[in-house]
């Protein structure tokens, strides 16, 4: 397989923090190692991501069928490292558009010449499945395989998860978290602090992934609302996660635009049990009142009946709709 030209690379790291509703600005030359880019959270804040990537070829070697590497050419060791931010190291395979994520502080340092790195491929294909995936090589070094929806949560994980991923308890653990199996606190109470908070994480990121990645799916990508599409819709919980009874159930889902989804997790609008998105009248009155309405008789234009799955079995169930709208303390009109 031919390297993958380096704007393409550059358009599949940006594409992959889009999915992980993220916003990135690419702040170096396309060319240079490390890539750099200035990212943004959904809560709007900044960080700084360096990031090291090079196409996966196939190794080579007929014995090895599935294994799969990254040559690292065009850069000096040691590797420069990001001072105020995130630095990883990357494989990327355009035919799955999955990552390969390898550990910065064993490659960081290298002898003259252009290394490898290798990866079995089916980690890249479980991955797809799974969000993240983890692979232990002879050496006992952790690669994993990540899902564009969850880039930047390897990322900000990447030193903890090569880290204790060397572990086989912990790597056993890893793999069951992010394959969303149920973990007892009986099967972390062996583990230190830090161990455990990774496993504890893996197992968030992946719920909150999978239930993300079924809600766009089911809904086509489209706001139920405005039924827009523009890479610009939310997975939102009707009953707020942390709310009692919540769950990431995709009946407890509906996509929503940004502005749509933060107006419902606010109770400007609610959802009410025929499926009609509506105004919150208390809600209405209130901004009414602080003159804060401007613009609103064109936001409830888009109001109504809300674009439903085919598959009835995803519709948003009624008794999370009902203790969404009690939760919120909605008054329905």
């Known amino acids: 397989m031919p390297a993958t030209d380096p704007h393409q690379l550059i358009q599949a790291i940006l594409d992959a923090i889009e999915d992980c509703v993220y916003s990135a600005v690419p702040v170096s030359p396309v060319r240079r190692h490390p890539r750099k880019f200035a990212v943004t959270s959904p809560e709007g804040?900044?960080?700084s991501l360096w990031v090291y990537i090079w196409t996966l070829t196939h190794g080579g070697r007929s014995?090895?069928?599935?294994?799969?590497?990254i040559q690292m050419t065009t850069v000096n060791s040691p590797l420069?490292?990001?001072?105020?931010?995130?630095?990883i190291l990357l494989g990327y395979e355009p035919s799955r558009k999955a990552f390969a994520g390898f550990d910065l502080s064993r490659h960081r340092l290298f002898t003259t010449g252009s290394p490898s790195i290798q990866i079995d491929i089916r980690t890249l294909d479980q991955s797809l499945q799974d969000g993240l995936a983890f692979y232990r090589k002879s050496n006992s070094e952790i690669a994993v395989g990540a899902r564009p929806d969850q880039l930047m949560a390897?990322?900000?994980?990447?030193q903890n998860l090569h880290t204790y991923g060397r572990q086989a308890d912990t790597l056993g653990l890893l793999q069951k978290?992010?394959?969303l199996q149920e973990i007892s606190e009986q099967d972390i109470a062996f583990l230190n602090a830090q161990r455990k908070r990774i496993i504890q994480t893996v197992s968030r990121l992946s719920r909150q992934a999978n239930f993300r990645q079924q809600v766009l799916y089911a809904y086509g990508n489209r706001c139920a609302v405005t039924r827009m599409?523009?890479?610009?819709?939310?997975a939102a919980h009707i009953l707020p996660v942390g709310a009692p009874g919540s769950a990431d159930d995709i009946r407890n889902g509906?996509?929503?635009?940004?502005t749509y989804h933060r107006a419902f997790d606010n109770g400007l609008i609610y959802l009410d049990e025929s499926h009609t998105m509506r105004v919150n009248p208390e809600r209405e009155s209130s901004l009414a009142a602080l003159r804060l309405d401007g613009g609103l008789s064109g936001f409830k234009?888009?109001?109504?009946?809300v674009l439903l799955p085919p598959d009835r079995r995803q519709w948003p169930h009624a008794t999370f709709i009902k203790n969404a709208n009690r939760f919120r303390k909605v008054r329905e009109s």
Not at 80 to 87: C, R
Not at 229 to 234: I, N, Y
Not at 254 to 258: D, F, M, T, V
């Open 229 to 234: 599409q523009l890479r610009l819709v939310d």
């Open 45 to 47: 804040h900044g960080l």
């Open 154 to 158: 390897y990322a900000q994980n990447a």
């Open 63 to 69: 014995s090895l069928p599935h294994e799969y590497r």
């Open 177 to 179: 978290a992010s394959s």
């Open 254 to 258: 509906i996509a929503l635009s940004p």
């Open 301 to 305: 234009a888009a109001l109504g009946r």
């Open 80 to 87: 420069d490292v990001n001072p105020t931010g995130l630095t």
